[in-house]
């Protein structure tokens, strides 16, 4: 390798390369005379990222050396100094329709305001590349049988042929822009089957072709999947999204480094999902929220495969943390070239991996992590999670006892038509499990045997397999495995999200006549990476985490109140018990079916024609013109209302506060922004009837999020939400002061609006748990809720809160809104000053009866100087549409 003039930093690794040139992380460390190897892979590429954009030729580069102070463990500066800010520009976004869409209208949005005052509208466009799946909006309604894949496809496209259209016509109009249309499979599974390239081409600002790692943002939390190829890439908001398509950077505090040290081999009959699991429970525990997590030890060196590493990094949203990320390594490119990837990318990464030392060899020396967490594959068994989140890991033991003491705060069952404990639904789903062959063959395998053995679902069960990629059909067809499935219930009811999302569709007719009879301590058991309160099924209150298999085992048993490692799943006709060791394959048995069936050329073949629609597509109409043509008498697309918006500058007062919702701990974005169906009893169902709706048609709070008038009365609409408010309330409703009456949310909001009275949200610990929504943002703006005071805030939604101009506020250790005694009767004056800096303070004052004002300093959870601008500006959207206006010379400014 050599350097080039211009830039010591810039060198060659392949002379025989168009684009043999990369910047070297290894070069820049020894110029300060530290070695490379001894930063963490995840440092390595931020590093290189900002030596790529941070200035031109020979100037100097603070961003890149504050990095690598942050992060060399051999640094000058101690580790616990203060850290730097991560400026990302990834190479390209990532999106799903459900939040791609509501992106796309902004950016529509913002054509329209560039147009109105003069601009030319084509200066918003995505400065990256841009890949848009639609994976989130079919419904598993029909299941368990042959003809179910082809009646959910039909009415997905008949309930959603707005928003496609709406689509087809942002394919034509917006640069960089590809979309993979409804049937081919899951975001995630696409992106490491296919998308991701791992080492990526780009030109830099001074016109260089590099090579450079293959870096993304995308829509949906489970996008750190692809760190299981050595991508770097996390989930974000769709404003944040936005941003990042629009060229901005992605600004955080630079997070620690936790090294998860992974040992030995797991047990036989242990699969990933087992391991994924148990991990989230570990790693929830040691702490490591927000931080970026990379796995290290002997365990990457031939024991887990790729599919299962992209198992384990699929679910970091569910332990926490911004990735969870493995290094290049002989596995990647094995995974590469499995996957149908051209030999000659495939050599490719290598000679770069290796060049840029980002490649991990067998036994390399571990790097230099904040702290390390040792996790022993070995000590880990079967196991479920449960009954109401991912980290709540249970063996199979204890899971009746944890369904016990679940329906002990449920209401009697009065009826006799369902056990207590019967699995009302069973769903082989997401791209956490299936996109790992060895877990849906150990299904299919156990499936097998108990068709056999005359095993049969309970009539109670709905089964549904929803799989992530149409490769996955092929191998379990070619194995024969699916006609296993298919005796069983397990027919491909569509590929797509489905009841991963929430999107699981009725119940069995027998099973919700049961429930509203009165049998509701029932469960669902699925495959998924998400099992919060309401989510999957909004009569399912218990709902557990497991592997496909062990789905397929609880489909059998149709109870979750047996112990399945001790107690039989079935019985035979002659009475005798059949055990799930009898019908759990071995090790050895997958492994064959893997071998023989999984092959390369299914993936070239299936993902020939990944980005063409099928004729149900071809046949929508696709719209013209540089902007969208809105209708206004639509109910799924409006132009949004919150670009037009004040800027937040100098001192802030907002006296006088009320307190629109009070919420305990762990409060999600489900919570916050319902995705399921939209019942008719509710704000958003009212409203849409009351405009001709029928109730039958109201469709999904998913598919709607293109409409506002909608998405705000969804806000804080999801019935299981604990409003302390209103503790005995009715579901999406609150108590507005100071006349004490119970109003929906919308109503009270909109009251306090009229009213000129500032609205706040108070909550507890992990304020915004869950997927990267941005309506939960969106829809606490459009409220008119100016601050979010809470305990602690997970990542992803306290930055949309800012991205929104909300502000995000954090009570002082030992204090919360029950040492406070609040009961929403209090008003608070919050005092922001004209110099708020990034991790401030701001004066709380709140007043409550006649008593004392109480005085609190809360923490301003804006983190970094850029989300300072963000917030002051009133959010991303309106700096965004601000500087293009800066730029097209326009004299008008919103």
Not at 17 to 45: N, T
Not at 452 to 476: A, E, M, N
Not at 776 to 805: C, D, P, Q, Y
């Amino acid at each position: 390798m050599h350097s080039l003039p211009d830039d010591p930093f810039l060198l060659v690794y392949d002379d025989s390369a168009e684009y043999g040139r990369h910047f070297s992380v290894p070069a820049f460390a020894a110029s300060h005379g530290l070695d490379a190897l001894r930063l963490p892979y995840v440092a390595k590429v931020l590093i290189e990222n900002a030596l790529r954009h941070e200035s031109a030729p020979g100037g100097s580069r603070p961003r890149a050396e504050a990095l690598l102070r942050t992060y060399h463990p051999d640094a000058p500066k101690p580790r616990t100094g203060e850290p730097a800010d991560v400026w990302l520009y990834p190479t390209r976004v990532l999106a799903q329709d459900v939040s791609g869409i509501p992106s796309l209208i902004d950016l529509a949005a913002m054509r329209d305001a560039i147009q109105a005052r003069g601009g030319d509208p084509k200066r918003i466009n995505p400065h990256i590349p841009v890949d848009l799946i639609v994976d989130h909006s079919l419904i598993a309604e029909q299941a368990g049988h042959a003809g179910a894949r082809a009646a959910n496809e039909a009415s997905e496209y008949a309930q959603n042929r707005e928003r496609y259209a709406f689509l087809k016509w942002a394919q034509g109009a917006f640069d960089k822009l590809r979309l993979v249309p409804p049937g081919k499979g899951i975001l995630h599974q696409i992106n490491i089957e296919y998308l991701a390239e791992v080492a990526s081409t780009r030109t830099t600002a001074q016109g260089a072709r590099v090579t450079c790692p293959d870096t993304l943002v995308g829509t949906d939390s489970h996008t750190s999947m692809v760190n299981a190829l050595g991508v770097l890439g996390w989930g974000v908001g769709g404003i944040e999204a936005e941003a990042a398509m629009l060229g901005d950077a992605l600004v955080l505090r630079a997070p620690e480094t936790i090294g998860v040290r992974l040992r030995n081999r797991p047990a036989p009959g242990v699969t990933a999902t087992d391991i994924v699991l148990s991990l989230t429970s570990i790693l929830r525990q040691a702490k490591v929220v927000a931080q970026f997590v990379e796995f290290t030890g002997d365990a990457l060196d031939g024991t887990l495969t790729l599919e299962d590493r992209a198992t384990l990094s699929n679910m970091a949203p569910e332990y926490g943390s911004t990735c969870a990320y493995f290094p290049v390594d002989e596995e990647t490119l094995s995974y590469l070239r499995r996957t149908g990837r051209e030999p000659e990318h495939v050599e490719r990464v290598r000679r770069y991996a290796q060049a840029a030392g980002l490649w991990r060899a067998a036994g390399a020396p571990q790097a230099g992590y904040h702290r390390i967490v040792d996790v022993d594959l070995a000590q880990i068994g079967r196991v479920a999670a449960g009954p109401n989140k991912p980290q709540e890991k249970v063996s199979l033991a204890e899971l009746p006892v944890s369904f016990r003491k679940a329906a002990s705060a449920m209401p009697a069952t009065t009826g006799d038509a369902l056990p207590d404990g019967a699995v009302v639904l069973a769903a082989i789903t997401s791209c956490t499990n299936t996109s790992n062959p060895r877990l849906l063959v150990a299904a299919g395998l156990l499936a097998r045997k108990a068709v056999s053995l005359g095993l049969r679902p309970q009539p109670w069960t709905k089964t549904s397999f929803t799989p992530g990629s149409r490769v996955v059909t092929d191998y379990l067809q070619a194995s024969g495995l699916q006609a296993a499935l298919d005796e069983l219930g397990f027919h491909t009811a569509g590929y797509g999200c489905a009841t991963c999302a929430g999107l699981s569709g009725a119940l069995t007719c027998a099973a919700e006549r049961a429930i509203a009879a009165g049998n509701p301590r029932v469960a669902a058991v699925l495959s998924g990476n998400r099992n919060f309160p309401g989510r999957v099924h909004p009569l399912a209150r218990a709902n557990y985490l497991a592997s496909p298999a062990l789905v397929v085992a609880f489909a059998l048993a149709g109870t979750v109140e047996r112990d399945l490692d001790t107690e039989p799943v079935g019985w035979r006709p002659d009475g005798s018990p059949i055990h799930l060791a009898e019908l759990w394959p071995s090790d050895a048995e997958i492994d064959e079916m893997v071998s023989a069936h999984v092959r390369p050329g299914l993936f070239t073949q299936r993902y020939r024609d990944v980005f063409e629609g099928d004729p149900a597509w071809l046949a929508l109409p696709a719209g013209t013109g540089a902007c969208y043509a809105w209708d206004e008498q639509s109910l799924y697309l409006r132009r949004p209302p919150y670009l037009d918006v004040p800027q937040q500058d100098g001192a802030i007062q907002l006296h006088g506060a009320r307190a629109l919702m009070i919420l305990g701990d762990s409060v999600t974005t489900d919570h916050i922004s319902p995705a399921n169906e939209i019942p008719p009893q509710s704000s958003a169902g009212r409203y849409l009837q009351s405009l001709g709706v029928a109730a039958a048609d109201l469709h999904t709070y998913l598919a709607r999020r293109g409409n506002h008038r909608v998405m705000m009365r969804a806000t804080f609409a999801q019935p299981t939400l604990a409003n302390e408010l209103l503790p005995q309330g009715p579901a999406g409703a609150t108590r507005h002061e100071p006349d004490g009456e119970t109003l929906p949310v919308y109503d009270a909001a909109m009251r306090y609006r009229d009213a000129g009275v500032a609205a706040i949200v108070v909550a507890g610990k992990d304020y915004g748990t869950g997927s990267s929504r941005d309506w939960a943002a969106k829809g606490t703006r459009l409220l008119g809720v100016r601050a979010v005071i809470a305990e602690s805030f997970e990542r992803i939604h306290r930055s949309n809160l800012v991205n929104m101009g909300v502000l995000p506020l954090q009570f002082p250790a030992g204090t919360t809104r029950l040492t406070l005694g609040l009961d929403g009767s209090e008003t608070y004056d919050l005092d922001i000053d004209a110099g708020l800096s990034a991790q401030g303070s701001v004066s709380c004052v709140i007043h409550s009866g006649g008593g004392a004002p109480r005085r609190l300093l809360l923490a301003c959870r804006l983190d970094n100087e850029h989300e300072v601008h963000i917030w002051r500006a009133g959010g991303i959207l309106p700096a965004v549409l601000r500087q293009a206006l800066a730029d097209s010379g326009s004299a008008q400014q919103p």
